[in-house]
């Protein structure tokens, strides 16, 4: 896999169950602070956050596991949490031909037998130089870039053989493909805008995003429902729901307020060409104040000063971005205090989200990853994670939810 800088980590946000490791429980965790790595000096090379808990790959080949779930294993080289599964890139048992791919239940704390393995040949980890030192990518995309991992059966997927894929990320219910002449493909559901063709029909097959030809592009990111990439000159496009401002346009939370108008003469849904814009009661002067629900095509985000981006990443329902001078921008669902929420604007007089600077601790960010959850409002029957009914004020539930992927 492609290692991360080296460097300090941070994190913040949520951590009721500790999976912010050494941070502690039932508590919010406002700014950045330091995590504590497994092990005194441990080297990290990758972390992967799900909701209820946090896994941590070391450059030494530790995995450990802090939160809902805990445990450890050596000989690993990747891992990928979510809360449906935990899947893990270990080395090969005995002499097998390659490494072993294995899907474990996170509360199983890397007990016994793992639910699935997959053993990778060296011709699915693909050679890359001499000796065939084998060429690996960041789960869920597999060694040698022909097949990804999903958190439901089949849990092993391969790509056709025309996608030489860079970058693969998975939404609650859909992904995005980033192929390595920096094209976009989008497949899986589309009811909330996510694929960004312009509809809101599901697509079985990966399909080009046509919107983003000629735009090359070198990262993407997929949140529950909405999706971002960033172009190689630092622009970023932005689609799909944005329920809690994570597209960054004027919106009114679902959870805050139901209650939407269509606009004059037009029926709610998707508008031909456009993004679907709501009103809601509570305008200046009486009118109606427009929101955009959902944005079916990439639109163009600028930041603040103009600032160029280099990395995205995407919670279910809020988006970060890292800039070239190295400034994290976040913006999209927060749950905030009544206190807050008098400084941050009523429900009657929403502001339109802005992206907003997280200040790096005298440092300057390379790197982030977010958490990826499924409001339980959203939940449509799903099952609760065995702990999600241990946490009392936030409506957050089990990740992912509802989809193929």
């Known amino acids: 896999m492609a290692e991360e800088p080296r460097g300090s980590w941070f994190g913040f946000g949520f951590c009721g169950f500790g999976q912010a490791l050494g941070s502690g429980r039932g508590r919010q965790v406002h700014s950045p602070e330091p995590l504590r790595t497994p092990g005194a000096g441990a080297d990290v090379r990758r972390v992967s956050a799900s909701w209820s808990y946090t896994a941590v790959v070391t450059r030494g080949g530790q995995v450990q596991l802090s939160g809902a779930a805990d445990g450890a294993a050596g000989g690993c080289r990747d891992a990928w949490a979510s809360e449906a599964l935990l899947v893990v890139l270990r080395a090969g048992r005995g002499l097998g031909p390659g490494p072993e791919l294995q899907a474990w239940a996170p509360a199983s704390a890397l007990r016994g037998e793992p639910l699935w393995t997959h053993t990778l040949v060296p011709e699915a980890e693909g050679a890359d130089g001499a000796g065939g030192e084998a060429q690996a990518g960041a789960l869920p995309l597999l060694p040698g870039a022909r097949a990804y991992v999903s ?135 009486g009118a109606p104040a427009p929101f955009i629900a959902l944005q079916p095509f990439p639109a163009l985000l600028d930041l603040p000063g103009g600032a160029d981006a280099v990395k995205a990443s995407c919670g279910s329902r809020h988006t970060a971005v890292v800039t070239r001078t190295g400034e994290l921008y976040t913006w999209g669902w927060v749950r905030l205090t009544p206190a807050e929420e008098t400084v941050a604007g009523s429900p009657e007089a929403p502001r339109p989200p802005r992206p907003g600077p997280v200040p790096s601790p005298e440092s300057r960010v390379v790197n982030f990853v977010l958490v990826l959850v499924t409001p339980k409002e959203l939940w449509k029957g799903m099952p609760e994670a065995s702990a999600a009914g241990k946490v009392r004020a936030e409506p957050l539930g089990a990740e992912p939810g509802g989809g193929r992927f």
């Open 151 to 285: 958190p439901r059966p089949p849990f092993y997927r391969p790509l056709a053989p025309e996608l030489r894929a860079r970058r693969l990320e998975l939404g609650a219910e859909h992904a995005l493909l980033l192929d390595e002449a920096g094209q976009v493909f989008s497949w899986g559901q589309g009811r909330h805008g996510q694929l960004g063709h312009g509809t809101l029909e599901a697509e079985p097959e990966p399909r080009l995003l046509e919107a983003l030809q000629g735009l090359p592009m070198t990262e993407v990111a997929a949140g529950g429902w909405h999706s971002v990439c960033v172009s190689e000159t630092g622009d970023i496009y932005i689609w799909g729901w944005n329920e809690s401002g994570q597209l960054a346009l004027p919106t009114r939370s679902l959870s805050e307020d139901g209650k939407t108008v269509a606009r004059e003469g037009e029926a709610s849904g998707l508008n031909e060409g456009g993004p679907e814009v709501r009103r809601t009661a509570g305008g200046e002067e």
